[in-house]
């Protein structure tokens, strides 16, 4: 077509070049350029003069700030309480809110699942750009949905999507998903950088408009990372992230960013052939079927939020077959992994070097926290020394460099939460009892300076 011209956009900065790039000159990323499609008519198209607003056009005089009022936010249930928990205690109305996670992962079956509960006080407009009005039916059938005030519309045109919300005036908006939608203003595909954001910020002043809310669906790219603009991110007030190992049947939500609340928190589920179903206490779930005397295994405490979770690390050291030692991890960082087995050779005297070294954490849980440090270097130590650590022991404690053990934050909750599942002897940092004596009904503290005196103290276990 006359006037088209084909150019190649930075998903991250939106920089913008004739010829693909390999790395982005201005932001430096690799990869991360998309090929978009601009008219390079002179137009009056609404994309040219639009301004990213997040809030309504108001008053544009300056207001002192002691004449400010802090805004009540009126929240809504969405009938799970871990989804409620990442929002904040629940959809703030009038916010937007971007859901990103892997394909298949259970972003559709979470908001069909909320629709009842939202539906209760409010209508829900819930935008198809996947699937068909019949599948939707299916999969609401065997979640139980039952969909009172809930409206489907299978419509990916933002312009027709638009006219339809104005004809059903939904307070909630679910669109699923939002690279699906297009705007016939942008001559861009679907899915494109260009388009992503026209057809976003659409919604956004929509909602912003009209104090309803919205729920787009974000896809993920090769890398993990939200497909689109990075702009998208800072355009909505909420970006959930919902992932999990699809071998496995849990999942987690957790916020990467919320205007209206922590984004500490995490929502644990687990799949079902009824849907998602909440896991109150995801520690139990974590550590059902674990093996029992074997060596290479040590509990971990790590708090997600609020919230303590106690997992599984499993450490296999054998002898090396190959030149270069093999390490691998999962589910820990693999820097963090050589620099305990730095100290354990340095500071205990164990022998790696002539050793693979695989280390996992269970469940597919990611360990971020350097309160597990004492968990990793006990399960490497373990399977090197070939030597068991009790069932009943979890260990926790930061690692430094010299060997010595660090104090750790919220020692009590993770203990308690230890106790609560029937551990009787937690390893802890030393530190963590000068100042401030703790003790626990059902479990022995038994507190540790450094590294050194674990040896010792599996001995004694034995
Ligand atoms: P879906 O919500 O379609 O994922 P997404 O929207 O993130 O792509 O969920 C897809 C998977 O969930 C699919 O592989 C089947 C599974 N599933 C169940 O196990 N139980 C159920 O009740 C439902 C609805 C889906
Ligand atoms: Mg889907």
Redesign the pocket.
Known sequence: MKGLKSIFVCEKCEYKTPKWMGKCPQCGAWNSFHEDVIDTAPTTAPTATKRISMIPSGDSRAVEFGQLEIPSYMRQNTGLHELDRVLGGGLVHGSVVLLS????????????QICDALGETRRVLYISG??SGGQLKL?AK??GTVGKNLFILTETNIEQIIAEADRVKPDVMIV??IQTVYSSNVNSPPGSVTQVKETALTFINKAKGEGSSVIM?GHVNKEGSIAGPKVLEHMVDAVLY?EGE?QQ?YRIIRAIKNRYGSTNEIGVFE??????IEVANPSEMLLAGRPKNISGNCAVCTLEGTRPLIAEIQALVTQTAFPAPRRTTNGIDYNRMCLIIAVLEKRLGLKFYQNDVYLNVIGGLHLDEPASDVSVALALISSVTDRVVPDDLIAIGELGLAGECRAVSNLEQRVKEAARLGFTKAIVPYRNLEKRKLEIEGIKLLPIRGIYETLNLLKEQE
Do not use: A, H, Q, Y
Not at 101 to 112: A, D, Q, V, W, Y
């Open positions: 996670g892997e394909p298949g992962i259970g972003k559709s079956t979470l908001l069909m996947e699937e999969r065997r979640l699923d998903s669906v919902f699809r049947s799949m079902s052939d009824r849907g998602l």
